[in-house]
Structure formats: C-alpha cells, structure tokens
C-alpha cells in the first residue's frame, strides 16, 4: 500500500508566493525523497533527507522531516510559474530492495 | 552521471497484442531496477523489482513479467495486453553514489494506450 500520503492533493498559487506541501507516513524510515513530475513526462529527484536529519535546502526548496510526528513538508520560495507540477514523496524503509513508496502526490499550479 | 533510458516514449497497441519495454542504465553497475506504472492522475505503483541478473520479485498479480538478461537492463513484457494495462509506465534505478546517498532515478516513461 501507499506509505507516503501528501496533502494537499491540489494547490494553487501566485507567482512569487511560498508553497507547502505535507507528506505523512506510517512505519519508521531510513530517509525520505520528494520528488517532481511534469505532465507525462519522469520524475525527477529533488531531495533526499536523511531519518536523523530534520532540515535540508537546496535552492529555493526547504525539506523537514518530523520522525515523531511522521511527516515531511516541502516548501518551494517565491514560486515561478516553471515549479507548476506535481511533486511526491517517497519513504525508504529498510529490510529489502522494494524500499521506496510513494504518495499519491500535490498537483501544483504556479499562476503568472 | 548515471542515466536511465527507456524506450519507446509511446506505444499504442491492440488489445491481445504482446508488449515489450526496455529500461537500460548507463554510468554504474549492479544497480537495483524497479518498473513502475502510473495512472492519470495518480500515484506510482510498483510492479516489478530486481536486485540481480535473473533476479526478479513482483509487487502485485498481474498480467505482465519482468526480466533483467543483464545487469543494467530491465524489460517489462506481456504476452497479451488488457486494456486495463494501459498507463504511464516508469523505470527507476537506485545505487549508492559518491556521497553514499541511494537516492532512486527515474528513466523518462512510456505512455502505453491499449485499444
């Protein structure tokens, strides 16, 4: 089953705002990843932030994890309309190759 | 720097007809493989994964087979498509790299329509 959940599933900004999308999940991690997709095209990896990390940036993207709380944020800073896509996260869990499980992703809209 | 090629980008084919997707990796060795499928509008599902040559474990039944004939590629097969096997289909391949993340990648997907 689906481990990672974000929310919300759809969201819809001006550009130049801040975007928040949370992604929650049920069993421990050893490192969570957000993801990006443009329509119909792969995924691309953003960000991987470790189990015993709680914050990590990379450009305009500010990841934290909550290992109590279970859940990750993603946060995209004055947002253009080149971030409108759908983003996912995906938990990392050890034990076996099958690690990674994904959300069913945030559609998001940057308007000009 | 690792990349992950798939091919074709689209496919449309016949119900009953056999299938036949190559995943291949370029730029490391022994890598994990895993085939993907994604709905519109949805999230991915898992399919198919594979730590080795000859090595290949399936997430869910289903009427499509993975093989992996050599170490960096993949195939995703059917004897006879279903329309329900219609989808966006993903390879992905993780490794440790240098910093010794293990991140996952994604090839560029191929868009199957059965009809």
């Known amino acids: 089953s689906q481990q990672g959940e974000e929310d919300p599933q759809a969201l819809s900004i001006q550009e130049g705002e801040n975007a928040t999308m949370n992604c929650s999940y049920k069993t421990s991690i050893n490192n969570l990843q957000w993801y990006r997709q443009n329509s119909g095209r792969g995924l691309v990896h953003l960000i991987l932030i470790r189990s015993n990390e709680r914050e990590k940036h990379s450009g305009r993207l500010r990841v934290t994890l909550d290992t109590s709380k279970k859940s990750s944020s993603l946060l995209i800073t004055a947002s253009r309309a080149a971030d409108t896509a759908s983003y996912f996260c995906?938990?990392?869990?050890?034990?076996?190759?099958?690690?990674?499980?994904f959300g069913s992703g945030t559609q998001l809209t940057v308007l000009p | 720097s690792q990349t992950i090629h798939q091919w074709p980008a689209t496919l449309v084919q016949p119900v009953g007809s056999p299938l036949s997707l190559e995943c291949t990796v370029e730029g490391t060795s022994n890598p994990n493989l895993y085939w993907y499928r994604q709905a519109a509008g949805r999230g991915l599902q898992l399919l198919f994964y594979s730590v080795g040559i000859g090595q290949i474990s399936s997430e869910v039944p289903q009427n499509l087979s993975a093989s992996r004939p050599q170490d960096r590629q993949f195939i995703l097969s059917s004897k006879k498509l279903l329309l329900s096997d219609s989808g966006f289909y993903l390879c992905a391949g993780k490794w440790v790299d240098g910093r010794g993340y293990n991140e996952q990648f994604f090839g560029p997907g191929t868009r199957l329509t059965v009809l």
């Open positions: 995906a938990t990392d869990h050890s034990g076996s190759a099958r690690q990674l499980t």
